[in-house]
């Protein structure tokens, strides 16, 4: 189930919010937690157990951390720490990389050993990096530990934020778990929250996308310069409206029930680097790999090699964390290029350029790095790439690239005025104001957006879930 369904926007969510705001107080965390096993399970019955199976190891590990920390036996609490995260990180990667690694294995020696083929657990990276902050957190003495099981596994399985994140870390919520006021005004702009995610995913995303899905089905050495790049920037667009849309409904959802997500996108594609871009792009998945990676690891106070170390390894993670293939080690290892550059001297000639250049180049670099994103083959998406810069493929122009920017130059045009500030700094002046018919024209956009996306998704059956890798 995602949350651009009719199933979920007419009967799961009106039905599970009918059913928290009639129970008591102290049974909303139990309702919560049902509603997020049967979300969960309506897709993947077979792995509800799996998450039960990292809520109950990190429940007790951190029942143990707290028991040995009273006691003063240090060494058994990082042990508890220890065992919480081999648990969690051998059944990432006996789900996620299983195949990965017999398949490489295969390839290097001319193996023929049997895949697993197993279906991966939907979310299985984002709610067992929540789960192993948590135990982490109760061991660094920055979140206390959590004695209602119910409360803890309502956490783990959140259904606004368990199959696409935000990573929530266990102490930006604590406090809302035990003891949260739901309010008129945190309900409202939670269901404009959601709506604004809803038609970012429904009305920008999703369109975009098909001119993305038409140019990758194309033969990357039959395309033009003028397609690919077309190709390319539909790809840029939809990738982070539709990330950022379910971040925001995910903000959204959570809002309504009581919880005050951190964000998680700030308008990433206005950066004027990469070092900026990854400031602003997911970044409650970059918060967590610099707090329980980087800095673990030193940082940057051992000296340079060792920094430059820890930034390889960070990004050769980051990659592989997005999906069991080579193509995303590449991709996180480009980043990690691209951030070495600029701090060892390219971030110094950048600022000496004028702003438009600095965003062109950061830009550029971004959308290549969505082309080897997305393409599992590396040899198709690096004939694409030649393809975009001329050399490859069947010229600078031809008549389907001419068809296609005429049908979708305005809607690229829109959706790429949309990912910057200016839209949301005008909407936020708009709902801030006082005015009676301000709210009023507030109320009706967002029921408009609503209605439109409705009938989008009524007649659409382009509604992919990008996700379901991580």
Known sequence: MVFSSLLFLFRFLPLVLGIY?????????????????????????????????????????GRCVDYYQIKGMKNKAKRAVIASAVINLSLLCFFKYADFLILTVNRIFSLDIGTLELALPIGISFYTFQTMSYTIDVYRGEAKVQKNFITFGAYVSLFPQLIAGPIVRYQTVADELDERRETVDDFYSGIRRFVTGLGKKVLIANQVGELWAQTAAMSA??????TAWLGVAALTLQIYFDFSGYSDMAIGLGRMFGFHFLENFEH????????????????????????????????????????IRNLLIVWFLTGLWHGAAWNFVVWGLYFFVLLLMEKLFLGNILKKLPGVLQHLYTMLLVAVSWVIFSWGDCVSGSVYLKTMFGMDGCGLWDRTGMYLLLSFAVLLLIAAIGSCSLPLRLWNRLIESSDTRSAVFTALGVVAVMMISVAFLVNSSYNPFLYFRF
Do not use: M
Request: charged letters at 15%.
């Open 221 to 226: 050495g039959h395309l033009s310069t003028l």
């Open 268 to 307: 990433p594609y206005e950066s004027k680097s990469i070092t900026e871009f990854w400031r602003r792009w997911h970044i409650s998945l970059g918060t967590w790999f610099r707090e329980y990676v980087y800095i673990p690891l030193g940082g940057n106070r051992k000296g340079k090699l060792c920094q």
């Open 21 to 61: 705001f009639l129970a008591p107080k102290k049974l909303r965390n139990l309702v919560l937690f049902l509603a997020s096993l049967v979300f969960y399970a309506w897709g993947e019955p077979g792995y509800v157990v799996l998450i039960l199976l990292s809520t109950v190891v990190d429940y007790t590990a």
